[in-house]
């Protein structure tokens, strides 16, 4: 029996939930997640059926239903804002050996993953006229909160003291969290826009935001602005709860330049963003950053090298607890899963690797 897994994401509007979706099996295919070469991750689109069925179907040529590859495809044309709740499906195969440390054992997890608009679940209406939502489409994302095994809570990295959707967000957290013993059993917090505070650091920028410190930094500044993270906090102290979190970037960074993918220069009525290159040459530049960490990490229940937990990014308020924690067993057990396991030891290898792999084969 193949394991499931229901992952919603929520966020407010213009966060880039849809941008992180449609960048997923991209970021996979082009190694530019934060996962070791180890875990021997891939990921493909599915439809439906695979899905409720369980059993693998062999192509040749990608997936059946076509509705992910056209979402795909749309990032690189258009910006997509998502005005209903919708579902993809993936499978994704994962050697256990990145985790465990021991022999090889290649595991398959289906994925359903839950988007809708930004303001079914945040709601920003300051001032406005009453808004009255798809009760359909509300209530299929409330029915997918209360199944999903995980919540992606999608944040972009602005200035959350004055940021007008911190109120509903923290109201959204406090009711997902609320009681202990039902889902989800972890959320990821994805910061997005992590580009964007590089754009000084010229052909630096892919290298400074590949350092775990600084990721740390940005992720521990987020969260000191405002309180609205006391109950994840609170929620990751309970038995078989976790909360990670993490940065990305679905624009990322120019290949083999170092720089933030971001064109600002792009001719546009109004003030836009764009990426580097014209539309047919994009894929030559563009490598995005993470932005598969936060549906893996869901998945699996193991954090990639830029994804953080509260101990990790907080260690001197969890002292006495990991002096109790149980140490990271090198040597498998029969019964080992992808699940509640220690963070292994970094391997020093992971960001040169990463740099070799971004800087090879520079465009012309």
């Not at 190694?31 to 040749?60: C, K, M, P, T, W």
């Not at 997902?176 to 917090?189: A, F, G, H, N, T």
């Not at 630096?204 to 930094?217: M, R, S, T, W």
């Not at 899963?337 to 992971?350: E, F, I, M, Q």
Request: aromatic fraction near 10%.
């Amino acid at each position: 029996m193949v394991d499931k897994c229901t992952i919603c994401l929520v966020g407010p509007k213009s966060a880039g939930k849809s941008s992180l979706l449609q960048t997923l099996v991209d970021c996979v295919e082009l190694a530019g997640h934060g996962f070791s070469n180890d875990y021997g991750i891939s990921l493909r689109d599915i439809d439906e059926a695979e899905y409720s069925d369980g059993q693998a179907v062999s192509r040749i040529l990608g997936g059946s239903s076509g509705n992910y590859r056209d979402y795909r495809s749309d990032f690189f044309h258009v910006q997509v804002q998502t005005d209903s709740t919708i579902e993809f499906y993936f499978r994704l195969t994962v050697d256990v050996a990145g985790a465990t440390r021991g022999a090889s054992q290649r595991i398959s997890k289906l994925l359903r993953v839950v988007d809708s608009a930004g303001e079914y679940a945040v709601v920003e209406n300051y001032g406005g006229g009453r808004i009255d939502n798809p009760t359909e489409s509300v209530n299929k994302l409330n029915d997918a909160l209360m199944e999903a095994e995980a919540t992606i809570i999608v944040i972009p990295l602005v200035d959350m003291e004055k940021a007008t959707f911190v109120g509903p967000l923290t109201n959204l957290i406090a009711q997902l969290v609320k009681s202990s013993d039902q889902k989800p059993s972890r959320i990821v917090v994805a910061f997005t826009q992590y580009e964007k505070l590089f754009v000084r650091a010229g052909r630096d920028a892919f290298a400074a935001a590949c350092q775990p410190k600084v990721a740390e930094e940005v992720i521990r500044r987020a969260l000191g602005q405002g309180q609205w993270a006391q109950d994840l906090r609170r929620f990751a102290q309970r038995p078989n709860k976790q909360v990670y979190l993490t940065v990305t970037s679905s624009y990322g960074f120019a290949r083999g330049l170092g720089i933030p993918n971001i064109d600002p220069h792009y001719p546009a009525e109004m003030p836009s963003e764009q990426l580097i290159g014209k539309p047919d040459d994009i894929a030559a530049y563009w490598r995005p950053f993470l932005t598969a960490d936060p549906f893996i990490t869901a998945a699996i229940d193991h954090p990639g090298e830029l994804t953080f937990t509260f101990e990790d990014l907080f260690p001197e308020e969890h002292g006495e607890l990991e002096e109790e924690q149980e140490v990271y067993e090198p040597e498998p057990r029969p019964d080992a899963a992808l699940v509640n396991l220690s963070r292994p030891p970094s391997k020093n290898g992971w960001l040169k690797d990463k740099l070799n792999w971004f800087n090879r084969n520079r465009p012309e």
